[in-house]
Structure formats: C-alpha cells, structure tokens
C-alpha cells in the first residue's frame, strides 16, 4: 500500500506561484511514474503533468504548460509541482497520483492508470 499525502495549498492572486509537495509512504515510487490531477468545483477531476519513474520525461496539459513544472526527488519519496503565473482558472483541489505499473516506459494522463490517490490539496486562486 502506498499513502499520499499532498500540502503546499493556498489562496493566492493571480501572477502569484505555489509549490506543491507530495510525500509517499509505504512503499517507495520511486519506480513509479507520478501524476498530479486537479478538481475545479462542479467540474470532473483533469490531469495536469505526469513524470516518467526516473524524472527524464514529464508530460504536461496544455492549460499549464509553460507555468508548471513538476518533478521529483526520489531519495525523499517526493514530487513536487511548481506553478507560476497562477490563473484564477487554476482553482482547485489537486491531487497526487502513483502509476499502477513500475519502470513504465510511459507517462500517463488517465486517471485509470492510476492506482494510489492522496487525499487533494486546495488551491485558490483570486483576480
């Protein structure tokens, strides 16, 4: 069993950035790909980036790409998502995600390839 915890949630303006972190127990991922996902209310939970399990491949959608950037610290279990230049669009709860395959050759951005979910960070951006 692998447990998520996300943090690094807030209320900013927009122009502002955040760090979000997600620290793994349980299980090391390191050998995992690693997703971030977001839930705008009223909406379905959307993908944001993904990392490849050795961090040489990150995968992006295309309403962040250029502000965000995600990666990893494998030595601390942890990955992180950085966004700038926030948007009011960003608002959300974000969550963190373990790919169910280890030494995937691939990034995901379905949801279904997912098999451990932390329990979401909230994220408010203010015009």
């Known amino acids: 069993q692998v447990q998520l915890v996300e943090s690094g949630g807030g209320l900013v303006q927009a122009g502002d950035s955040l760090r979000l972190s997600c620290v793994a127990s349980?299980?090391?991922?390191?050998?995992?790909?690693m997703g971030w996902f977001r839930q705008a209310p009223g909406k379905e939970r959307e993908f944001v980036a993904a990392?490849?399990?050795?961090?040489?491949?990150?995968y992006y959608a295309d309403s962040v790409k250029g502000r965000f950037t995600i990666s990893r610290d494998n030595a601390k279990n942890t990955i992180y998502l950085q966004m700038n230049s926030l948007k009011p669009e960003d608002t959300a709860v974000y969550y963190c995600?373990?790919?169910?395959?280890?030494?995937?050759?691939?990034?995901?951005?379905?949801?279904?390839?997912?098999?451990?979910w932390g329990q979401g960070t909230q994220v408010t951006v203010s015009s």
């Open positions: 995600a373990a790919d169910a395959v280890a030494y995937s050759p691939l990034v995901h951005s379905t949801q279904s390839q997912y098999d451990y």
């Open positions: 990392i490849k399990w050795n961090g040489v491949r990150t």
């Open positions: 349980g299980r090391t991922v390191s050998s995992y790909a």
